[in-house]
């Protein structure tokens, strides 16, 4: 029997440039249920200590297992840099990986040298046996929701039943130095990413969700949650919230409860969340106010394509009319949406890319607040559309480490290349955001010197709309280079997107 009560959960950079820093939310909800049950947890996380090698030597002495959360791309290889190091170190201690890759391709992930065992889907169950499992010499065949390793071959274990996240510990709020991940953003001055949910009941043909969490969906109650708030609050003077969710509209009931506990508690916050356009279109008038009243100013929605054909291929089951609607809906009560778009996918890429364009053009037209933010199709494992992308001449990648430049910001499928990326980015973040400037660019124009390049921008940009002439873009190859240099040297703050 070990004596040992360390465990260390490891979070890789997700991008090679590491510009997000939200809160790791999969090791809070995991830390969460080892720290209630008795476990001192360390966490690593690598966007924000990159030189974190010392730190590892220092707490693997104790530790009783390492592990690694994991999507799919780049963080698979910050995770298997980690996870050779600590076999380096230590060849005895397992090496764990979680995450949604590792959940929808166990076998591949442990066909690595350096991990042992995959936490298969909702993990925050199986992280409390795992440990009392190996420290009681039990034996990884009594705990459920795994796959291991054994004598050479892979052993999966019975499927754990996914649960009411209600079920599940509070949040332990010392296992990170929130003050790392709290943010300016147009919410507030102190913004931090949450959670409140699980999994989405839908099946869009793109999405992994329903291959990791079976198409199951759970939420926190309001009370729960509101607790939540209450101290992220009080706490820790938080003024703004972005609830990073599958699904957060799935219980329109529940969605009103919270509103309501914002309400009465008092509490002044700006805070945004997802939603689907089919249910803000079935909003009641309710909801909205309430939605407004409780200071909800923002919605990422998944409108994807103006293309009726792709609609129907990922099984959105909403036409581009609807998105048009949600739009509407949206911009009479003040609440900015931010639409997320794919462009790409296996079908006929470029009627896709022109009728998606003409989408975003109408909205912006008439609702210039709202905003686009575009990305590639890109075949993740376990999603249904896989099967069409490989007939389509998509090559997979069957190791794991091959699958780290897998990204929705890159060219992975063989039938677009990077023109047609580019011409994406170049309409959306550019184009039609300067040719349909909304309130908050507007002020910009005014702005000094600042001001100038963006009112002469505007100018080019809405000729360039006006008669689609999107030959010889040379100011657009100029606002790449520049915002390059911005990120990579962190200058220039003053200069914002175009939104």
């Not at 201690?93 to 909702?122: F, K, M, R, Y």
């Not at 795992?130 to 999966?156: F, N, T």
């Not at 990791?212 to 003024?239: C, E, H, P």
């Not at 677009?416 to 309130?439: G, R, T």
Request: net charge positive.
């Amino acid at each position: 029997m070990s004596r040992k009560h360390t465990i260390i959960l490891f979070y890789p950079k997700t991008e090679r440039d590491n510009i997000n820093k939200n809160i790791p939310l999969p090791l809070l909800k995991i830390g969460s249920e080892l720290k209630n049950a008795g476990y001192k947890v360390v966490i690593i996380d690598e966007r924000m200590e990159e030189n974190y090698i010392d730190g590892l030597k220092q707490a693997l002495p104790e530790a009783l297992f390492f592990g690694v959360s994991s999507m799919t791309g780049y963080q698979i290889a910050g995770g298997l840099r980690a996870s050779s190091l600590v076999k380096k170190i230590n060849g005895e201690l397992p090496v764990v990986w979680g995450g949604w890759h590792p959940s929808i391709l166990p076998e591949e992930t442990l066909a690595n040298e350096n991990i042992d065992i995959v936490v298969i889907g909702q993990g925050e169950a199986t992280i409390k046996e795992l440990p009392y499992a190996l420290s009681h010499g039990l034996g990884l065949e009594s705990v459920d929701g795994i796959a291991y390793k054994r004598q050479g071959r892979v052993v999966r274990n019975d499927q754990r039943q996914f649960r009411d996240i209600n079920e599940f510990g509070p949040a332990a709020f010392d296992l990170f130095d929130f003050e790392k991940y709290i943010f300016t953003t147009p919410l507030g001055g102190r913004t931090i990413f949450w959670n409140s949910s699980q999994g989405c009941p839908y099946a869009c043909g793109f999405c992994s969700t329903p291959e990791v969490y079976k198409r199951r969906w759970s939420g926190l109650s309001a009370d729960n949650l509101s607790a939540q708030i209450n101290t992220l609050v009080k706490r820790y003077k938080i003024d703004g919230i972005t609830f990073a969710e599958d699904n957060f509209f799935v219980d329109l009931k529940r969605a009103e409860d919270i509103c309501r506990k914002i309400i009465d508690s008092g509490i002044r916050i700006k805070w945004a969340t997802d939603a689907r356009v089919d249910q803000i279109n079935r909003f009641p008038e309710s909801l909205i106010s309430l939605l407004e009243e409780s200071g909800c100013a923002k919605l990422y929605i998944g409108a994807e394509t103006g293309d009726e054909d792709v609609l129907d291929l990922i099984d959105k089951k909403i036409r581009p009319g609807d998105i048009v609607k949600a739009a509407e809906i949206l911009d009479k009560h003040r609440i900015v949406s931010e639409f997320f778009m794919i462009a790409g996918f296996p079908l006929d890429p470029e009627k896709d890319l022109q009728r998606s364009l003409k989408l975003i053009k109408d909205i912006k037209s008439r609702f210039p607040d709202h905003q686009f933010t575009p990305f590639l199709y890109t075949p993740y494992p376990g999603t249904p559309l896989l099967d069409l992308s490989i007939k389509k001449g998509l090559r997979v990648p069957e190791k794991l480490e091959d699958w780290q430049d897998w990204s929705i910001l890159t060219v992975n499928t063989p039938w677009v290349n990077n023109a047609y990326l580019d011409k994406i980015n170049m309409c959306v973040k550019y184009l039609y955001p300067l040719a349909f400037p909304s309130k908050s660019l507007e002020r910009r124009f005014s702005n000094g010197y600042k001001g100038f390049f963006y009112r002469m921008l505007r100018r080019i940009a809405a000729l360039r709309v006006k008669y689609d002439f999107f030959i010889m873009p040379l100011e657009w190859a100029a606002i790449k280079m520049f915002y390059r240099l911005k990120t990579r040297f962190n200058i220039f703050a003053g200069f914002d997107s175009f939104r």
